[in-house]
């Protein structure tokens, strides 16, 4: 994990936060150091520690500024100030990357050091305007993110796949800069570590082919976010509901790599039930009591801001459409619990359907989780006219061997995933997109032929629903 210091002060870093705060790649810790809170958003993520004092004191700063920092962002109003604190930084640490909006000055001779400057960046927005002169691509295209640079971490689930096995829906990787060098991609080149991806496509896209590059093998939640959050309403939710619901969050949380588990109580109401959650907290595990009445969909919209790794709910709320939307629109994957219990579960399953063929959300986030819980996995192609999806199984081959897992393929034109799952003996974790057709009313899925639309109503196998681009 990336340490990041970030010392800001004034209008220009006020703005740089509510960015960094929004676009943040919740695998990095930052330091945040300021002595005019003003500049900060009303929150910070869990990922963010606060410092409220003047940066150019050596005293304060020098023990912050240790060896687990890799980059300095120095972005104050004062430009003296500005220096100083460079110097600050780099008497303490030789190695850390740093940079400052400034023009630059004497003794800043630092291949380590980046210095931005100002009335530079504003020329080659304007020459960027003049007709026939050609310009440097800063803030490209549209300046939405159309085009992204992205690292490829040794871990990735992108490292070491053919550029044909990846499905690029919506965007395409169109070269490679490895070793100094830049290479036009095509179908039989093999992704490295290292590798830098130049990449075009819808940005909206593109923000979440960053996700799934950066993450690394069995670091579930992540790159969603690093804590799960665990609702529960004590007017929707009878005692052994709650019960349910707490039991299958701890066990969540102690099998797969999360750092706090918030247990969030709704509508808290019976005294004695309060106080023998309380007695659940520790280290990493933490309730929050709600006594402002916030529906389920407002205290979800609230808490989204600070990336949620897994939410965690129990039918009562889950079944509600209203609540529906809001868990669609956190962008966050949601486990819902079912009724007997993670105790036993061995095995997990996904429905292959023909929308699979254009990401790569399912199989990813479904190896992550198995890995970790150590579970089976199943793969069920149902189609009575015998049309299989061929190439979403040969992407889980794929990734079977990155993950060195073992799947099983079930092929059928006769039984229903439906009737599949009733059949079953024992509870399976069923991995499901989170797909808009979930949000609308189940009644109406009963004639469509896709079942996510109704998957939702099982309550004897868990669920995990997993956010994905449509």
């Known amino acids: ?83 100083a604190v460079c110097e600050l930084i780099r008497q303490k640490n030789k190695e850390v990357r740093l940079v400052s909006l400034a023009q630059k000055w004497e003794g800043a001779k630092d291949d380590r050091m980046v210095l931005l400057d100002p009335i530079q960046i504003i020329a080659n927005k304007f020459i960027a305007k003049i007709p026939n002169v050609p310009s440097v691509p800063q ?29 690029q829906k919506d965007y395409r990787i169109v070269g490679v800069y490895r070793k ?30 960053y996700l799934q590059v950066k993450s690394n ?43 706090m588990l918030f247990i969030h109580v709704l509508n808290p109401t019976d005294t004695a039930t309060i106080e023998q959650i309380r007695e659940i907290e520790a280290k990493n595990i933490r309730v929050v009591l709600d006594f402002k009445g916030l529906s389920f969909a407002a205290k ?11 939410v965690i709910v129990g039918k009562e709320i889950f079944k509600r459409q209203e609540n529906r939307k809001a868990l669609f629109e956190s962008v966050s994957p949601i486990f819902k619990t079912n009724a007997t219990g993670l105790k036993g579960i061995e095995k997990s399953l996904v429905v292959l359907n023909k929308s699979m063929e254009h990401s790569e959300d399912i199989s990813s986030v479904m190896f992550d989780v198995c890995s970790q819980m150590n579970l089976k996995m199943l ?14 199984i040969e992407n889980y081959r794929y990734l079977s061997h990155i993950y060195n897992r073992t799947i099983k393929v079930i092929r059928t034109q006769n039984k ?20 808009s057709c979930i949000t609308k009313n189940p009644f109406w899925g009963l004639f469509f032929a896709k079942l996510e639309r109704v998957a939702f109503l099982n309550d004897t196998h868990p669920q995990m629903f997993i956010p994905v681009v449509e």
């Open 300 to 310: 979800l919209q609230q808490d989204s801001q600070r990336k949620i790794g897994l």
């Open 416 to 435: 229903n995933p439906v009737l599949f799952l009733k059949s079953l003996e024992s509870p399976i974790l069923q991995f499901l997109p989170f797909e």
């Open 1 to 83: 994990m990336k340490k990041v210091a970030l010392i800001v002060e004034g209008v220009v870093a006020k703005k740089f936060m509510e960015l960094v705060v929004s676009k943040y790649f919740s695998n990095n810790f930052y330091l945040v150091i300021t002595k005019n809170s003003e500049c900060l958003p009303p929150s910070l993520p869990s990922t963010f520690e606060l410092h409220i004092f003047d940066p150019t004191s050596s005293y304060r700063l020098a023990p912050l500024i240790d060896a687990h920092v890799s980059d300095a962002f120095v972005l104050l109003e004062d430009v003296k100030e500005q220096q």
């Open 180 to 209: 100094n060098g830049f290479h036009l991609s095509h179908p039989s080149m093999v992704i490295q570590p290292r590798d830098q991806l130049l990449v075009v496509g819808n940005p909206e896209t593109l923000n979440n082919v």
């Open 379 to 392: 793969l069920y192609d149902f189609d009575p006219d015998k049309r299989y999806n061929t190439a979403v």
């Open 217 to 259: 093998v069995g670091q579930f939640p992540v790159p969603f976010g690093r804590d799960f959050y665990l609702y529960i309403d004590m007017c929707l939710q009878s005692k052994k509901s709650l019960q349910r619901d707490i039991e299958q969050a701890l066990s969540l949380h102690s099998q797969l790599k999360s750092a």
């Open 139 to 167: 803030g490209f295209g549209l300046e939405q993110g159309e085009v992204m640079e992205i690292g490829v971490p040794f871990g990735s689930v992108f490292a070491y796949r053919h550029m044909d096995s990846l499905r």
